[in-house]
């Protein structure tokens, strides 16, 4: 009887890393699925093998059955998700992006290693505290405000572009800041701006419209 009872014990403790590693998967799916739904590059691909190498380190370095982490692995791990985290930050047109993106690994990693400590309970609370964070917030943000970088290109005139600047005046926009570039005969402006969605549609039909606009792009900052 010990015997057999010995064997589904061996049988249950190989499986359980099995486990850990599925539900570790699960969870980069889940934060995966919301970061693609928002256009990110660092979705379904990326996240599950952030979680799920962060889970196999911790379940490598021999610390699941104590609920504490050696100081090496988390640091190993940590210094790993610093390399991701720094390469998803970039900095365009004096601005930097991308810090969202680089916080989302960096939590998804530390979700990854909670599941390798077997904390399956609590890192599943917090995986929906996070998805929450993700998901509600920014769209409770936009209801009241929006940051919208434009970018607008015309023949060059400058006279065109101080009309231009007054057309985010009169849409009660509040522009963060602004340059101007030329390229040949043709002027490229770029606005990054925040105020209402409502306005940020009007401002948008108004560009669009315009004959003078030879290409009008906007994007969420």
Not at 101 to 115: N, R
Not at 208 to 213: A, K, L
Request: proline share 2%; hydrophobic share 45%.
């Amino acid at each position: 009887m010990d015997i057999v009872d010995s064997q589904i014990n061996a049988t249950l403790a190989a499986f359980i890393p099995i486990i850990k590693l599925l539900t570790a998967l699960v969870i980069g799916l889940l934060i995966g699925w919301e970061r693609e739904m928002r256009e990110n590059l660092a979705g379904m691909r990326i996240m599950p093998l952030v979680t799920v190498g962060a889970a196999l380190f911790t379940v490598y370095g021999g610390v699941s059955d104590k609920q504490f982490i050696n100081p090496q692995v988390a640091a190993g791990v940590v210094t790993g998700v610093g390399f991701l985290g720094a390469g998803a930050i970039s900095r365009q047109h004096g601005t930097l992006s991308g810090l969202t993106t680089a916080s989302t690994i960096w939590v998804t990693a530390a979700l990854g290693m909670g599941i390798g400590l077997g904390l399956y309970v609590q890192t599943l609370l917090l995986t929906a505290v996070v998805l929450l964070i993700l998901w509600f917030f920014p769209n409770l943000s936009r209801k009241a405000n929006q940051n919208l970088t434009y970018e607008v290109a015309s023949g060059y005139d400058e006279s065109r572009y101080g009309e231009f600047q007054r057309r985010f005046q009169e849409a009660k926009l509040q522009v963060l800041r602004h340059s101007l570039s030329r390229h040949g005969d043709q002027m490229v402006c770029i606005w990054f701006t925040t105020g209402h969605v409502a306005h940020h549609q009007q401002l948008g039909r108004i560009f669009i419209n315009d004959p003078e606009v030879t290409t009008f792009t906007t994007r969420l900052d």
